[in-house]
């Protein structure tokens, strides 16, 4: 089935900072959805991208699909520590979500 | 009002035991999920359930067995646990026409 592909593992960034983490496929998406979850708490969805080349903002994070739609970034622009946990991107595909392997992001205030 | 809610969120067991994990959700959604999270983070489906309907069993041991009452609940029976069940199981659930899913607070599963 299809996978993707989520990288870096894990990013420590310093209060301010910039971070960006990205989600990878070999083949075309359909869509593409992005979830964070905090250190001992459950995913949350944060936003879904379906058009190529879509760029979409919250506040402080910006989410992009690649024009191929075989790619897609999460951006958070200037860190703080409530920005702290693992970022997850997924693919939903036959009535389930295919997760990434997730992004685990800390933050050193 | 919490919208998808998971019993219990701790559980600790010996290797053999029988277990049972209960997820209720009151978003009225017609579709419910079981997901496994390893101790590396990784999400994977186990089961989804549309309207009590078996609709994924992603290869999941035949030691597992959900069991939804109605469209509200979904229940994981878990037989002769082994260590290798020791994860963190989350329902989840979605309402009809739409990928989003709302994720309980999960149940860390300890089998010792």
């Known amino acids: 089935g299809q996978q993707v592909m989520q990288i870096p593992q894990y990013q420590h960034v310093q209060e301010g900072e910039d971070f960006t983490t990205y989600c990878n496929s070999s083949?075309?998406?359909?869509?593409i959805q992005w979830y964070k979850q905090r250190p001992g708490g459950h995913p949350v969805f944060l936003i879904q991208?379906?058009?190529?080349?879509e760029v979409k903002k919250q506040k402080r994070l910006t989410f992009q699909f690649g024009e191929a739609k075989k790619n897609s970034s999460l951006h958070i622009t200037a860190t703080q520590t409530t920005d702290v946990g693992t970022y997850f991107c997924?693919?939903?595909?036959?009535?389930?979500?295919?997760f990434g392997q997730g992004t685990e992001l800390s933050v050193k205030p | 009002d919490t919208a998808v809610s998971q019993t219990p969120k701790y559980l600790v067991t010996q290797m053999g035991n029988d277990k049972s994990i209960k997820c209720e959700q009151n978003?009225?959604?017609?579709?419910m999920y079981w997901y496994k999270q390893d101790s590396k983070k990784f999400l994977k489906i186990m089961f989804s359930?549309?309207?009590?309907?078996?609709?994924i069993n992603e290869t999941v041991p035949n030691r597992f067995s959900p069991k939804s009452p109605d469209k509200a609940h979904l229940n994981l029976h878990i037989n002769s646990l082994e260590l290798g069940d020791s994860a963190v199981y989350f329902c989840?659930?979605?309402?009809?026409?739409?990928?989003?899913?709302?994720f309980g607070p999960g149940t860390r599963l300890t089998v010792l």
């Open positions: 989840a659930s979605s309402p009809p026409s739409a990928d989003t899913q709302y």
């Open positions: 083949t075309t998406l359909s869509n």
């Open positions: 991208l379906v058009k190529s080349g």
């Open positions: 997924a693919l939903y595909q036959g009535g389930k979500l295919i």
């Open positions: 978003l009225g959604h017609d579709t």
């Open positions: 359930y549309n309207n009590k309907e078996l609709i």
